[in-house]
């Protein structure tokens, strides 16, 4: 039985012990609750008065950003509209120029065929008569000089003037 004392001695000792270290982390939990508390209300003392003031801020600015925004959408549908016009324009002066170029290279194309043409025909009707009256001529007064010279005329051709006759 002696065993037995022993045994109730050690687990009535564990249990005030056990009861101590409760009685201890109570009062440790206690402690720390009411700095928590005193820290919190603290908090709520300078954060919410914070927090308040933003919140009437954002209260304050919302219709103003809400304006600000409807007006950055509205301003945009108004710029890719007008900028839709200038394509279309563009486009349109884009195409017209192509067909004035289209048109005056015709133009010079056929005033080029028409002076071509012209020049053919002013060989044809006038230089060419002209050359061939010009040679006549010029024979004609060979042979009259021939004539008129007669025997008075030597006829001395140095080297010179056969190539001056040449070129």
Known sequence: M?????????????VVIQAGILVAMYLA???????????A???RGKVLPTAELV?????DLRPK??????????????????????????????DRTR?????????????????????ELVQKTVVSPVRQASGLFQGVVAGMEFLFAGKRRQRTTSPVAQDEMFI
């Open 2 to 14: 002696e065993n037995l004392t022993i045994f109730i001695a050690v687990t009535a000792a564990a």
């Open 41 to 43: 209300s603290e908090v």
């Open 65 to 94: 950003v809400e304006t600000l925004v409807t007006n950055a959408s509205e301003s945009s549908t108004v710029v890719r509209k007008q900028l839709e016009r200038i394509d279309a324009t563009v486009s349109d002066v884009i």
């Open 99 to 119: 067909l004035q170029v289209i048109r005056a290279d015709e133009l010079l194309g056929r005033t080029l065929d028409r002076v071509e043409q012209t020049t």
């Open 29 to 39: 939990v206690r402690q720390s609750t009411a700095r928590l508390e005193a820290l």
């Open 55 to 59: 919140q009437s801020m954002l209260a």
